[in-house]
T-cell receptor, first 118, second 113 residues
Framework: AQKVTQTQTSISVMEKTTVTMDCVYETQDSSYFLFWYKQTASGEIVFLIRQDSYKKENATVGHYSLNFQKPKSSIGLIITATQIEDSAVYFCAMREGEAQGTGSKLSFGKGAKLTVSP | NTKITQSPRYLILGRANKSLECEQHLGHNAMYWYKQSAEKPPELMFLYNLKQLIRNETVPSRFIPECPDSSKLLLHISAVDPEDSAVYFC?????????????FGHGTKLSVL
C-alpha cells in the first residue's frame, strides 16, 4: 500500500517570501510519479507540478519547484516570491503503480494550508 | 473551469434519491468520482476508463456510478446517510500514461439533512 504524509498542517508566510512544504511517501514501486495539487478557497482543485521518480532533475513550473530527495522518499514543494493568491491548501499526491491505459489512482496527503499575508 | 462541468453545485437531501452529473469536454478517456469530506483530502470512489469500471473502491452500495459515454459520468445516490455529507468531485484524465494529471470539476456539495 502506498502512503503520502504531510506533517505540516498550516503555514503562514509574508508576501514575496519563499516557502517550502514537506511531503514524504512510501512505495514499493520502482517507478512512480509524485504530484502537487492546490485547492483554492472556492474549492477548486488544480494540478501544479509533477516529478517522475526516474528523473534526477527537480521539476520547475513558474514559481513552483520541487526538492526531490529520492533516498529520503521526500518531495518538497518550493514556492518562491509568494503572492496573496497562493493562499490555499496544498496536497501532495502519488500515483499508484497501475498498468498503462487504466487511468490513475492518486493517494493524497492530508494537505497543508498556506496563508500568505501582505 | 468550464472544461469539466458538474451539476448540481449544491444538493440538500433528506432520504430522497438523486443523481450527480458530470461532463468533460477534454476528450479524456478516464473519469473519476472523488469524495472529499470536511478537512480531508479527496478519496477515490470510482474510476472509469473507456467506459469500463476499473476501480471500485469500497463505497456503500447506495452509491451507483454510471458512465453512459466516455465524456459523461453519473453518480446515483439512494437513501443517503449523514456521513455522505461531503463535496463530490468529478475528474478526468487522458487515461493513457503513468504521469498524467487529473483535471477536476468544481464539485457538488452534498448536505444530508
Amino acid at each position: 500500500a502506498q502512503k503520502v504524509t504531510q506533517t505540516q498542517t498550516s503555514i503562514s508566510v509574508m508576501e514575496k517570501t519563499t516557502v517550502t512544504m514537506d511531503c514524504v511517501y512510501e512505495t514499493q514501486d520502482s517507478s512512480y510519479f509524485l504530484f502537487w495539487y492546490k485547492q483554492t478557497a472556492s474549492g477548486e482543485i488544480v494540478f501544479l507540478i509533477r516529478q517522475d521518480s526516474y528523473k534526477k532533475e527537480n521539476a520547475t513550473v513558474g514559481h513552483y519547484s520541487l526538492n526531490f530527495q529520492k533516498p529520503k522518499s521526500s518531495i518538497g514543494l518550493i514556492i518562491t516570491a509568494t503572492q496573496i493568491e497562493d493562499s490555499a491548501v496544498y496536497f501532495c499526491a502519488m500515483r499508484e503503480g497501475e498498468a498503462q491505459g487504466t487511468g490513475s489512482k492518486l493517494s493524497f496527503g492530508k494537505g497543508a494550508k498556506l496563508t500568505v499575508s501582505p | 473551469n468550464t472544461k469539466i462541468t458538474q451539476s448540481p453545485r449544491y444538493l440538500i437531501l433528506g432520504r430522497a434519491n438523486k443523481s450527480l452529473e458530470c461532463e468533460q469536454h477534454l476528450g479524456h478517456n478516464a473519469m473519476y468520482w472523488y469524495k472529499q469530506s470536511a478537512e480531508k483530502p479527496p478519496e477515490l470512489m470510482f474510476l472509469y476508463n473507456l467506459k469500463q469500471l476499473i476501480r471500485n473502491e469500497t463505497v456503500p452500495s447506495r452509491f451507483i456510478p454510471e458512465c453512459p459515454d466516455s465524456s459523461k459520468l453519473l453518480l446515483h445516490i439512494s437513501a443517503v446517510d449523514p456521513e455522505d455529507s461531503a463535496v463530490y468531485f468529478c475528474a478526468s484524465s487522458h487515461g493513457q500514461g503513468y504521469g498524467e494529471r487529473l483535471f477536476f470539476g468544481h464539485g457538488t456539495k452534498l448536505s444530508v439533512l
